[in-house]
């Protein structure tokens, strides 16, 4: 299974990365909002003022205009010593021209009857409206005569003119002398102001201008006001009537209308009132963290992906590593995949050390594998030596230490191999048993170690004597020696027992207990066929037997047992 490692350093990676792209955004997106926020209060600040300068301007001019046409009018010297209808009637005419924004100009003597009205007739058709009207209790004569001087009034029912709301301009007409002679006056149609405002405030603003009892004179469209309502009468007006003259501030808290407020006082005691869409901070802020949060979604899935790819790319030594050192059999081989030698310069005291630590392995295991071999020769060599000392003591175990004949037990053990053999081949087997004549007497004579060198001479001479037929010779015991001969003649053994008798005799080995006066052996023989009913250990016994008989008769001789007395031994067996 090849290693596809990417997990663990991809994650850490993506991390570490998001943790640097979210901090930096979130400070970042803290300092867009703040001074979003910053320069959103100072541009409305600015905005609100210029339309609320703008509606005192019109305002200013609007009145201004036609207040000194009425001044003018009140001035003219014709007028002032002749203030009748046929004088005024021309004057008031021209000015109804002049100014499309009056919509009716008019004149009343000093006690308010109307003298003359223009036009003469209204709107409708209808004539001579303002004829017989007494102006005494209206707001611009009255104000005109108390201030003795061009008066513009604020906002009142006009009877005289349509149903709407109108405002009144009137100047005191003296006459040389200084007497009052009346009043000269006009009455404005404010729709033009409300289309200036209109213009000023455009699509997204309002503008709204009140009169000095709070009145609304004009206003943008879209507030939808009707000319002459008390401003209270508004939610949106009364909240901005409630601002701090010259400060920008919130009004309207409600969902739907939410503006930013500037309330202005003019010089006439006319207020205006600025009104602009309040910039949806706490709308912007969850816009801009919605949209930040979607950045880094993005940003995370992104490096997610990115990451993966790139760690990917720069695991793929580090795994093509691991793959090669989980194919890497050091025993085998010193020599690292050559995959390996291609490995980036990161990852190269990696390859070093791996190469290094295989070359040590590959030397330590030469060095292992040359001890382990020291060792098995060794052992093979203590084998050899143990199998040897093993065959010695084996050897040793069946070998007389006095002689060097082999012992009663080695004997016994190639006897019963040979017994076997002559068995099956149904041959005759002969067994000879020989005994030092009066041996205690010389070991009492002569010692024990004069007793070993005569067994050692006797066996010499034993072993050359019966070295050419028998197939077995052994020291059975003591002073006693036994040959086995196979296959055996008689008569033979015969000779060759007396040669042996001969032989030892031949040493003459001084015994002063010995009838001879020389070492003697007694020999006793006997020859059987080795047929399936016989025994070795008969045969053995019946050697016994003519030995002792060997013995009874003087020694120094050879006995057989014949082969009558062999039978009936083997009966008895
Ligand atoms: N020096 C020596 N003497 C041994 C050894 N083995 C047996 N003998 C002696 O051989 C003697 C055998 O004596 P006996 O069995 O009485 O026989 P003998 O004296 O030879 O008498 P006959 O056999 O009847 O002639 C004993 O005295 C044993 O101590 C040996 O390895 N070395």
Known sequence: MPYRQTGSLARRAAAVLLLFALLPALLLGLALSAWYGRSDARHSAAMLGSMADGAELALRGYLARHRDAIATIAEVPTLRSDFSVATLTPRLRLLQKMYPGMLTTFAAAADGAVLVASPEHDAAGRGYYWQGVNLAERDYFRAALRNRAVAVTGLFHSHGYGQGMQVGIAAPVYDPQGRLLGVVGAVLDPDKLQADLGELAGPENALALLDAQGRVVAASPGLGLTRGVPAHDDSTLRHALALPVDHVADVDPGPL???????????????????????????????????????????????????????????????????????????????????????????????????????????????????????????????????????????????????????????????????????????????????IDHFKAYNDTYGHGAGDACLRRVATALQASLQRDARVLARSGGEEFIALILPAQRRHIQELAEAARAAVAALAIPHSGSTRGHVTLSLGFSVMLADPDARLDVLLRAADLALYRAKRNGRDQVAELSVSALQKLRNEE
Do not use: K
Request: proline fraction near 4%; include cysteine; aromatic fraction near 4%.
């Open 257 to 435: 209308m939410e503006r930013r407020g500037l309330r202005e006082m003019l010089p006439n005691g006319w207020q205006v009132v600025a009104l602009g869409p309040r910039q949806l901070f706490a709308h912007a802020w969850l816009l801009a963290l919605g949209l930040l949060g979607l950045l880094l979604v993005l940003v995370s899935i992104s490096l997610r992906l990115l990451i993966r790819g790139a760690t990917r790319r720069l695991l793929a030594p580090v795994n093509t590593l691991a793959d090669a050192l989980a194919r890497f059999d050091p025993s085998g081989s010193a020599e690292l995949p050559p995959g390996l030698r291609a490995a980036p310069r990161e990852l190269r005291p990696i390859v070093d050390a791996l190469e290094a630590h295989a070359a040590l392995f590959q030397a330590l295991l030469a060095q292992r594998e040359e001890t382990l071999a020291e060792r098995e020769h060794e052992i093979e060599q203590r084998t050899r030596e143990l199998r040897r000392a093993v065959d010695a003591l084996a050897e040793s175990a069946r070998t007389d230490a006095l002689t060097g004949l082999t012992n009663y037990r080695g004997w016994r053990e190639l006897a019963d191999t040979l017994w076997a053999e002559a068995r099956q081949q149904h041959g005759e087997v002969a067994a000879i048993a020989c005994d």
